[in-house]
Protein backbone atom coordinates (compact mmCIF):
# COMPACT_ATOMS: atom_id res chain seq x y z
CA UNK A 1 0.00 0.00 0.00
CA UNK A 2 1.78 3.14 -0.94
CA UNK A 3 -0.10 5.75 1.57
CA UNK A 4 1.69 6.11 4.99
CA UNK A 5 -1.34 5.82 6.98
CA UNK A 6 -1.75 2.70 5.04
CA UNK A 7 1.97 1.62 5.84
CA UNK A 8 1.37 2.30 9.78
CA UNK A 9 -0.94 -0.51 10.08
CA UNK A 10 0.06 -3.67 10.29
CA UNK A 11 -3.25 -4.83 9.21
CA UNK A 12 -2.83 -3.28 5.81
CA UNK A 13 -0.04 -5.30 5.25
CA UNK A 14 -2.13 -8.65 5.36
CA UNK A 15 -4.90 -7.23 3.49
CA UNK A 16 -2.52 -5.89 0.16
CA UNK A 17 -1.58 -9.62 0.82
CA UNK A 18 -4.63 -11.09 0.32
CA UNK A 19 -6.19 -8.93 -2.17
CA UNK A 20 -2.94 -9.85 -4.79
CA UNK A 21 -3.67 -13.49 -3.80
CA UNK A 22 -6.83 -13.27 -5.03
CA UNK A 23 -6.28 -11.36 -7.69
CA UNK A 24 -4.23 -13.91 -9.09
CA UNK A 25 -6.69 -16.67 -8.59
CA UNK A 26 -9.12 -14.01 -10.53
CA UNK A 27 -6.29 -14.17 -13.41
CA UNK A 28 -4.03 -17.20 -13.27
CA UNK A 29 -6.71 -20.09 -12.27
CA UNK A 30 -10.60 -19.20 -13.17
CA UNK A 31 -9.60 -18.80 -16.69
CA UNK A 32 -8.53 -21.96 -17.30
CA UNK A 33 -10.95 -23.78 -15.29
CA UNK A 34 -13.56 -21.49 -17.29
CA UNK A 35 -12.35 -22.84 -20.63
CA UNK A 36 -12.48 -26.15 -19.34
CA UNK A 37 -15.93 -26.12 -18.00
CA UNK A 38 -16.97 -24.32 -21.36
CA UNK A 39 -14.94 -26.89 -24.11
CA UNK A 40 -15.88 -29.63 -21.65
CA UNK A 41 -11.91 -31.06 -21.67
CA UNK A 42 -8.52 -30.09 -21.13
CA UNK A 43 -6.48 -28.87 -23.84
CA UNK A 44 -3.17 -27.48 -22.54
CA UNK A 45 -1.51 -30.99 -22.15
CA UNK A 46 -0.56 -33.20 -19.05
CA UNK A 47 2.24 -31.18 -17.66
CA UNK A 48 0.09 -28.19 -17.40
CA UNK A 49 -2.70 -29.59 -15.63
CA UNK A 50 -0.12 -30.03 -12.63
CA UNK A 51 1.27 -26.99 -12.50
CA UNK A 52 -2.75 -25.66 -13.11
CA UNK A 53 -4.01 -28.10 -10.09
CA UNK A 54 -0.82 -26.60 -8.09
CA UNK A 55 -1.53 -23.04 -8.59
CA UNK A 56 -5.11 -23.82 -8.00
CA UNK A 57 -4.62 -25.13 -4.45
CA UNK A 58 -1.87 -22.70 -3.72
CA UNK A 59 -3.15 -19.40 -4.33
CA UNK A 60 -6.87 -21.01 -2.40
CA UNK A 61 -5.00 -22.02 0.37
CA UNK A 62 -3.24 -18.75 0.42
CA UNK A 63 -6.00 -16.88 0.76
CA UNK A 64 -7.41 -18.61 3.52
CA UNK A 65 -4.28 -18.28 5.55
CA UNK A 66 -4.54 -14.69 4.93
CA UNK A 67 -7.65 -14.54 6.72
CA UNK A 68 -6.73 -16.71 9.39
CA UNK A 69 -3.62 -14.26 9.83
CA UNK A 70 -5.97 -11.15 9.76
CA UNK A 71 -8.65 -12.48 12.67
CA UNK A 72 -5.60 -13.25 14.91
CA UNK A 73 -4.01 -9.70 14.70
CA UNK A 74 -7.49 -7.98 15.13
CA UNK A 75 -7.57 -10.59 18.29
CA UNK A 76 -3.98 -9.06 19.22
CA UNK A 77 -5.62 -5.40 18.67
CA UNK A 78 -8.91 -5.69 20.31
CA UNK A 79 -8.76 -8.12 23.28
CA UNK A 80 -5.08 -7.16 24.66
CA UNK A 81 -3.11 -4.33 26.08
CA UNK A 82 -1.48 -2.10 23.76
CA UNK A 83 2.11 -3.46 24.46
CA UNK A 84 0.91 -6.55 24.39
CA UNK A 85 0.04 -5.62 20.87
CA UNK A 86 3.02 -4.00 19.93
CA UNK A 87 5.22 -7.01 21.86
CA UNK A 88 3.43 -10.02 19.83
CA UNK A 89 3.02 -7.96 16.08
CA UNK A 90 6.53 -6.58 15.35
CA UNK A 91 7.71 -6.50 11.96
CA UNK A 92 9.56 -9.52 12.22
CA UNK A 93 6.83 -11.94 13.41
CA UNK A 94 4.06 -10.27 10.62
CA UNK A 95 7.44 -10.84 7.95
CA UNK A 96 7.10 -14.10 9.42
CA UNK A 97 3.26 -14.57 9.07
CA UNK A 98 2.82 -13.12 5.57
CA UNK A 99 5.75 -15.62 4.40
CA UNK A 100 3.87 -18.76 5.90
CA UNK A 101 0.82 -17.74 3.95
CA UNK A 102 2.62 -18.38 0.52
CA UNK A 103 5.25 -20.88 1.90
CA UNK A 104 2.77 -23.41 3.27
CA UNK A 105 0.58 -23.37 0.58
CA UNK A 106 3.26 -24.32 -1.61
CA UNK A 107 4.45 -27.25 0.76
CA UNK A 108 0.98 -28.91 0.09
CA UNK A 109 0.60 -28.02 -3.37
CA UNK A 110 3.83 -28.11 -5.79
CA UNK A 111 5.75 -30.26 -3.94
CA UNK A 112 2.81 -33.11 -3.31
CA UNK A 113 1.28 -32.94 -6.23
CA UNK A 114 3.84 -32.61 -8.92
CA UNK A 115 5.68 -35.76 -7.32
CA UNK A 116 2.07 -37.49 -7.38
CA UNK A 117 1.61 -38.33 -3.98
CA UNK A 118 -1.88 -37.00 -3.67
CA UNK A 119 -2.79 -39.95 -6.04
CA UNK A 120 -0.61 -42.58 -4.32
CA UNK A 121 -3.02 -45.45 -4.01
CA UNK A 122 -5.85 -44.36 -6.13
CA UNK A 123 -5.21 -47.26 -8.88
CA UNK A 124 -4.93 -49.87 -6.36
CA UNK A 125 -8.41 -48.92 -5.39
CA UNK A 126 -9.34 -49.33 -8.74
CA UNK A 127 -7.86 -53.08 -9.12
CA UNK A 128 -10.00 -54.12 -5.96
CA UNK A 129 -13.09 -52.62 -6.95
CA UNK A 130 -12.96 -54.34 -10.39
CA UNK A 131 -12.17 -57.75 -9.06
CA UNK A 132 -14.90 -56.73 -6.21
CA UNK A 133 -17.66 -56.18 -8.79
CA UNK A 134 -16.20 -58.04 -11.98
CA UNK A 135 -16.01 -55.33 -14.26
CA UNK A 136 -13.90 -52.66 -15.18
CA UNK A 137 -13.52 -49.89 -13.08
CA UNK A 138 -12.19 -46.25 -14.17
CA UNK A 139 -12.28 -43.50 -11.31
CA UNK A 140 -11.25 -41.18 -12.89
CA UNK A 141 -12.87 -41.67 -16.04
CA UNK A 142 -16.19 -40.92 -14.11
CA UNK A 143 -14.50 -38.02 -12.58
CA UNK A 144 -14.41 -36.51 -16.44
CA UNK A 145 -16.80 -33.47 -17.30
CA UNK A 146 -17.15 -35.53 -20.44
CA UNK A 147 -16.95 -39.07 -21.42
CA UNK A 148 -15.33 -38.73 -24.70
CA UNK A 149 -12.31 -41.12 -24.13
CA UNK A 150 -10.11 -40.00 -27.06
CA UNK A 151 -9.77 -36.36 -25.27
CA UNK A 152 -7.61 -35.50 -22.08
CA UNK A 153 -9.06 -33.96 -18.92
CA UNK A 154 -7.19 -32.87 -16.15
CA UNK A 155 -8.97 -34.63 -13.01
CA UNK A 156 -7.64 -33.89 -9.82
CA UNK A 157 -8.08 -36.99 -6.93
CA UNK A 158 -6.33 -37.38 -3.84
CA UNK A 159 -5.95 -40.17 -1.54
CA UNK A 160 -6.95 -40.33 2.22
CA UNK A 161 -4.05 -38.86 3.63
CA UNK A 162 -3.88 -36.00 1.06
CA UNK A 163 -7.11 -35.08 1.51
CA UNK A 164 -7.03 -34.99 6.06
CA UNK A 165 -4.14 -33.35 5.75
CA UNK A 166 -4.65 -30.36 2.84
CA UNK A 167 -7.86 -29.75 4.41
CA UNK A 168 -6.99 -29.50 7.79
CA UNK A 169 -3.99 -27.57 6.90
CA UNK A 170 -5.75 -24.91 4.36
CA UNK A 171 -9.39 -24.68 5.83
CA UNK A 172 -10.09 -26.88 9.33
CA UNK A 173 -7.24 -25.57 11.28
CA UNK A 174 -7.78 -21.55 9.95
CA UNK A 175 -11.90 -22.05 11.08
CA UNK A 176 -10.89 -23.25 14.11
CA UNK A 177 -8.30 -20.27 15.22
CA UNK A 178 -10.67 -17.98 13.43
CA UNK A 179 -13.75 -18.94 15.54
CA UNK A 180 -11.72 -18.91 18.77
CA UNK A 181 -10.54 -14.71 17.45
CA UNK A 182 -13.68 -13.38 17.00
CA UNK A 183 -15.07 -15.48 19.99
CA UNK A 184 -12.86 -13.60 22.06
CA UNK A 185 -13.42 -10.29 20.57
CA UNK A 186 -17.57 -10.62 20.52
CA UNK A 187 -16.83 -10.81 24.80
CA UNK A 188 -14.65 -8.31 25.09
CA UNK A 189 -16.20 -5.64 23.19
CA UNK A 190 -19.50 -6.72 25.04
CA UNK A 191 -17.83 -6.89 28.08
CA UNK A 192 -16.63 -3.18 27.27
CA UNK A 193 -20.42 -2.25 26.52
CA UNK A 194 -21.74 -3.23 29.62
CA UNK A 195 -19.09 -1.41 31.58
CA UNK A 196 -19.51 1.77 29.64
CA UNK A 197 -23.25 1.75 30.21
CA UNK A 198 -23.04 1.11 34.28
CA UNK A 199 -20.89 4.34 33.98
CA UNK A 200 -23.60 6.34 32.08
CA UNK A 201 -26.58 5.29 34.29
CA UNK A 202 -24.13 6.05 37.54
CA UNK A 203 -23.63 9.14 35.89
CA UNK A 204 -20.60 10.19 38.82
CA UNK A 205 -17.29 8.76 37.12
CA UNK A 206 -14.54 11.17 37.66
CA UNK A 207 -13.56 12.94 35.06
CA UNK A 208 -10.02 11.85 34.30
CA UNK A 209 -11.56 8.60 34.00
CA UNK A 210 -14.82 9.61 32.00
CA UNK A 211 -12.17 11.10 29.52
CA UNK A 212 -10.32 7.87 29.30
CA UNK A 213 -12.95 5.82 29.19
CA UNK A 214 -14.02 8.12 26.34
CA UNK A 215 -10.96 7.36 24.32
CA UNK A 216 -11.17 3.14 25.45
CA UNK A 217 -14.57 3.60 24.34
CA UNK A 218 -14.03 5.81 20.87
CA UNK A 219 -10.93 3.31 20.53
CA UNK A 220 -12.90 -0.11 20.77
CA UNK A 221 -15.82 1.01 18.13
CA UNK A 222 -12.94 1.80 15.26
CA UNK A 223 -11.72 -1.80 16.37
CA UNK A 224 -15.15 -3.10 16.50
CA UNK A 225 -16.22 -1.58 13.17
CA UNK A 226 -12.71 -3.86 11.36
CA UNK A 227 -13.83 -6.63 13.21
CA UNK A 228 -17.70 -6.40 11.61
CA UNK A 229 -16.26 -6.49 8.57
CA UNK A 230 -14.20 -9.33 8.86
CA UNK A 231 -16.59 -11.05 10.56
CA UNK A 232 -18.39 -10.98 7.00
CA UNK A 233 -15.42 -12.06 5.60
CA UNK A 234 -15.53 -15.07 7.37
CA UNK A 235 -19.20 -15.71 7.07
CA UNK A 236 -18.63 -15.72 3.40
CA UNK A 237 -15.50 -18.16 3.68
CA UNK A 238 -17.27 -20.12 5.91
CA UNK A 239 -20.60 -20.38 3.20
CA UNK A 240 -17.67 -20.83 0.18
CA UNK A 241 -14.91 -23.28 1.26
CA UNK A 242 -17.33 -25.60 4.25
CA UNK A 243 -19.23 -27.85 1.26
CA UNK A 244 -15.89 -27.88 -0.84
CA UNK A 245 -13.81 -29.03 1.93
CA UNK A 246 -16.51 -31.23 3.83
CA UNK A 247 -16.94 -33.27 0.13
CA UNK A 248 -12.76 -33.40 0.21
CA UNK A 249 -12.19 -35.59 3.13
CA UNK A 250 -15.62 -37.32 2.45
CA UNK A 251 -14.95 -38.20 -1.24
CA UNK A 252 -11.66 -41.12 -0.74
CA UNK A 253 -13.69 -42.90 1.76
CA UNK A 254 -16.82 -43.40 -0.11
CA UNK A 255 -15.09 -44.01 -3.44
CA UNK A 256 -14.61 -41.23 -5.00
CA UNK A 257 -18.40 -41.36 -5.83
CA UNK A 258 -18.99 -38.12 -5.45
CA UNK A 259 -20.38 -36.43 -9.13
CA UNK A 260 -18.36 -34.18 -11.08
CA UNK A 261 -21.02 -31.51 -11.31
CA UNK A 262 -21.17 -31.48 -7.57
CA UNK A 263 -17.32 -30.77 -7.91
CA UNK A 264 -17.36 -27.96 -9.69
CA UNK A 265 -20.80 -26.24 -7.95
CA UNK A 266 -18.28 -26.25 -4.64
CA UNK A 267 -14.78 -25.52 -6.47
CA UNK A 268 -16.62 -22.63 -8.25
CA UNK A 269 -18.53 -21.30 -4.80
CA UNK A 270 -14.90 -21.58 -3.61
CA UNK A 271 -13.96 -19.50 -6.13
CA UNK A 272 -16.72 -16.68 -5.36
CA UNK A 273 -15.11 -15.78 -2.17
CA UNK A 274 -11.71 -15.23 -3.79
CA UNK A 275 -13.64 -12.69 -6.07
CA UNK A 276 -15.84 -11.33 -2.79
CA UNK A 277 -12.78 -10.57 -0.62
CA UNK A 278 -11.10 -7.69 -1.92
CA UNK A 279 -14.93 -5.90 -2.54
CA UNK A 280 -16.06 -7.01 1.03
CA UNK A 281 -12.59 -5.56 3.10
CA UNK A 282 -10.44 -3.72 0.76
CA UNK A 283 -12.81 -1.78 -1.62
CA UNK A 284 -15.19 -0.67 1.25
CA UNK A 285 -12.29 1.46 2.51
CA UNK A 286 -11.17 4.76 0.72
CA UNK A 287 -7.74 4.79 1.51
CA UNK A 288 -7.45 1.25 0.47
CA UNK A 289 -9.37 1.65 -2.89
CA UNK A 290 -7.30 4.62 -3.27
CA UNK A 291 -4.29 3.05 -3.03
CA UNK A 292 -5.24 -0.30 -5.40
CA UNK A 293 -6.19 2.04 -7.83
CA UNK A 294 -3.30 3.47 -7.81
CA UNK A 295 -1.12 0.09 -7.77
CA UNK A 296 -3.46 -1.25 -10.50
CA UNK A 297 -3.05 1.69 -12.37
CA UNK A 298 0.83 2.25 -12.61
CA UNK A 299 0.55 4.73 -10.09
CA UNK A 300 -0.81 7.17 -12.48
CA UNK A 301 -1.31 11.00 -10.61
CA UNK A 302 -4.78 11.12 -11.40
CA UNK A 303 -6.01 8.82 -8.96
CA UNK A 304 -4.45 10.62 -6.52
CA UNK A 305 -6.14 14.21 -7.29
CA UNK A 306 -9.25 15.54 -5.28
CA UNK A 307 -11.66 15.75 -7.95
CA UNK A 308 -11.22 11.81 -8.60
CA UNK A 309 -12.00 11.18 -4.65
CA UNK A 310 -14.23 14.05 -3.36
CA UNK A 311 -12.08 14.59 0.26
CA UNK A 312 -14.19 14.60 3.47
CA UNK A 313 -12.92 14.49 7.23
CA UNK A 314 -12.28 11.08 8.48
CA UNK A 315 -13.03 9.96 12.16
CA UNK A 316 -9.39 9.46 13.32
CA UNK A 317 -8.54 8.04 16.21
CA UNK A 318 -4.85 6.64 18.21
CA UNK A 319 -5.14 2.41 18.09
CA UNK A 320 -2.29 0.74 19.51
CA UNK A 321 0.11 3.74 18.90
CA UNK A 322 -0.78 4.01 15.15
CA UNK A 323 -3.46 6.61 13.51
CA UNK A 324 -6.80 5.04 11.72
CA UNK A 325 -8.90 6.99 9.80
CA UNK A 326 -12.06 5.35 9.01
CA UNK A 327 -14.68 7.30 6.42
Not at 186 to 193: D, F, R
Not at 221 to 246: D, N, R, S, V
Request: charged share 15%.
Amino acid sequence: CREKKCRKKKTNYFVVSLAFADLLVAVVVMPFATVELVKGNWIYGDAFCLVRTSLDVMLTTASILHLCCIALDRYYAICCQPLVYRNKMTPLRVTLMLGGCWVIPSLISFVPIMQGWNSIGIHQLEKKKKIKLHQDVHIIEERKIGRTTNETYCVFLVNRPYAIVCSAVAFYIPLFLMVIAYQRIYVTAKEHARQIGNLQRAGSAPESYDSSDNHGSHRMKIEAKAAKTLAIIMGCFCLCWAPFFITNVIDPFIDYSVPWQMWTAWLWLGYVNSGLNPFLYAFLNKAFRRAFLMILCCGDPRYIQTGNFRSSRPYTASVNGTSVALR
